[in-house]
């Protein structure tokens, strides 16, 4: 099984409209790890890790992500999997 990790950047209208709570909830449901945060530029920042399948699927929700939600841009950092989260949360 090939594990991989994502650092993700999400811009556009992403703040105020639950992306993070549908980020988690979406991210427990794949099983995978790590963690999502409002940034104070109005975009959201979010780190995936877990089977390169299934983070890539979940890499593939965020350039919609929730309704109300707009995309304008997302920027996927792949890097290697270091195993250093026990599940995933939203970073306040």
């Not at 703040?15 to 109005?42: I, P, Y």
């Not at 920042?45 to 089977?51: D, I, L, T």
Request: net charge neutral.
């Amino acid at each position: 099984m090939s594990m991989t990790r994502a650092h993700v950047y999400v811009r556009g209208k992403v703040q105020g409209v639950c992306f993070r709570a549908s980020t988690k909830e979406k991210a427990l449901a794949f099983g995978v790890t790590g963690w999502v945060k409002n940034c104070a530029d109005g975009s959201v920042e979010a780190v995936f890790e877990g089977n390169k399948k299934i983070v890539d699927e979940i890499v593939s929700w965020c350039k919609k992500g929730p309704s109300g939600a707009f995309v304008l841009h997302i920027e996927v950092c792949w890097e290697e999997h270091s195993g250093d989260f026990d599940g995933f949360s939203v970073v306040y």
